[in-house]
């Protein structure tokens, strides 16, 4: 609208009453409207610069300034008001040259004015100093200026939380700055923009990102940048995703183990039968030795069947309930109390064993029962750890490494078998030491040689003595030649009893 139409609609208005019949209502209304929007358009530039927008970080100082740029306006009062709070503060009032600035209370010593262009210092300044602070120029209100200060705490390095690793499962990452104000957040793949084949989800305000079903191709480094108009924070994770759940690890850890242990029995008991058939009678394993290795070889057996029971119960809690499982559970059951029963009775009560085996079938149950649960073990054992190693191939987690398990339990199952041959060598090596001990001196003296001819030949040199002196040396050897034949009756006795108790 022109000026010249807005000073006809001003000329109308100041006509006499008597013309309200030629300027209707509806002309008065638009004279009106178009005098609002004169002054709109009048005054906006100068409102707009006079609006400042300022953002910095608490403990910082900032800067207010009176006047715009190249502003040569001769400042004779100023007055700076906190105008964010009811009733507006005053902050500082300024009466021109050669008066000294009055800095009102709740500000004293936080700022410093600058006469010479009436800006004014913020020192230290706290989230509470967030607000509008204006400058009124020499009373003018119209053209006062307003500066909007948004003080905001610089944020802490943000932090980011994985509800969830595992393939085929929903993920939620999300970003958490626990100090500051967050305004934006944006998330990264492997140091890339999100791919768009994916179908990445984010939240309303982007802290959290979801993967729905998760799978192999999700594996990577995840980052999330956190900012606001002073400060920024970035961090990242590297998700692997896992192919199966923990239950499952554990699982794969304890029938690991107990294949070992299965394996190390079924090739030592084979060893072992190999052994006794090439022994001879003389030293073929009887009494205490055949029955300790007995107890032992059932004991491990039955913690092997424990183990691969407690895999089973977890590879059921995870994959479901399946009928050849429970059956094969029943039956490592079996094998449980049977070589627990073996054991038991063997190390406490050895000869309670015979009252089982009275009957066939009693013998039969307990005769397989070490041989078919090693086989029980060995085949489930291998089945479970082949399908867990090929659902753990699903994610990008790296395999179990068995290595060290295989190497334990199978020095722990055959330092268990030597037991029983070590205590046995030591025990037989001690009566034999015990039984030389005892010997009397008499019986380990060596029976002469050729007793007879050498008697013979002293009591003919008796006989034929010709000096009394020959004669006593000669007498002399023929009392030790008795002795002699005494220490040979002692030797033929002890053979004699020795042949005696052969026969």
Not at 195 to 203: E, G, I, L, N
Not at 215 to 224: E, L, N, P, Y
Not at 236 to 252: D, H, M, W, Y
Request: some cysteine.
């Amino acid at each position: 609208m022109s000026y010249s139409m807005m000073s006809q609609c001003l000329s109308q208005l100041s006509l006499p009453e008597q013309n309200e019949g030629t300027f209707t209502r509806a002309g008065i209304r638009i004279c009106w409207y178009s005098l609002l929007l004169l002054l709109v358009f009048h005054w906006a530039p100068k409102t707009a610069e006079a609006q400042e927008r300022r953002t910095v970080g608490t403990g910082s100082s900032v800067l207010l300034t009176a006047l715009p740029t190249n502003d040569q306006t001769v400042i004779k009062h100023i007055q700076w008001e906190y105008i964010s709070s009811v009733p507006a503060l005053s902050v500082v009032d300024y009466y021109g040259t050669g008066t000294e600035p009055i800095i009102f209370k709740s500000y004293k010593d936080r700022v410093i004015f600058y006469s010479s262009n009436g800006s004014l210092l913020l020192k230290n300044v706290q989230e509470t100093d967030s607000g509008t602070y204006r400058a009124t120029v020499n009373l003018n209100k119209i053209e006062a200026r307003q500066t909007t200060l948004l003080v905001l705490e610089p944020m802490s390095k943000a932090q980011i939380q994985i509800n969830s690793t595992v393939a085929g499962s929903s993920i939620e990452l999300s970003c958490k700055v626990l100090v500051g104000k967050v305004q934006a957040i944006d998330w990264k793949k492997d140091g890339k923009p999100l791919p768009r084949d994916r179908c990445y989800q984010v939240s309303e305000n982007f802290s959290l990102l979801y993967i729905p079903e998760a799978q192999k191709s999700d594996c990577g480094s995840f980052s999330c940048n956190a900012s606001n108009d002073i400060s920024w924070q970035e961090t990242s994770v590297n998700l692997t995703i896992e192919g199966i759940r923990p239950a499952l690890k554990l699982a794969l850890k304890i029938s690991t183990v107990a294949l070992v242990i299965a394996t190390t029995l079924a090739a030592g008991s084979g060893l072992g039968f190999i052994i006794l058939c090439c022994q001879s009678e003389k030293r073929k394993l009887t009494g205490e030795l055949w029955r300790w290795l007995v107890v032992f070889i059932h004991g491990l057996v039955c913690v092997s069947a424990i183990l691969m029971f407690t895999a089973a119960v977890f590879w059921m809690q995870e994959e479901g309930f399946s009928t050849a499982l429970v059956l094969y559970m029943i039956f490592l059951t079996w094998v449980i109390m049977v070589t627990l029963l073996i054991s038991a009775v063997l190390a406490i009560c050895p000869q309670h064993l015979e009252m089982f085996k009275k009957k066939t079938m009693h013998h039969v149950i307990l005769d397989t029962a070490a041989p078919g649960g090693v086989i029980l073990v060995v085949l489930f054992a291998i089945f479970l750890t082949q399908n867990i190693q090929h659902l753990q191939r699903k994610g990008c987690s790296p395999f179990f490494d068995s290595t060290a398990a295989i190497l334990i339990a199978a020095a722990v199952s055959l330092l268990i078998l030597l037991a029983p041959f070590v205590w046995y060598h030591r025990k037989k090596k001690k009566q034999e030491k015990d039984q030389q001990g005892r010997k009397p001196a008499e019986v380990r003296m060596k029976c002469p040689r050729k007793p007879f001819h050498w008697t013979l030949k002293i009591f003919s040199l008796v006989l034929h003595s010709t000096t009394k002196t020959e004669r006593s040396v000669n007498s002399a050897r023929t009392f030790l030649s008795f002795q002699y034949f005494k220490t040979l009756y002692n030797c033929l006795c002890k053979c004699i009893v020795t042949h005696r108790t052969i026969v």
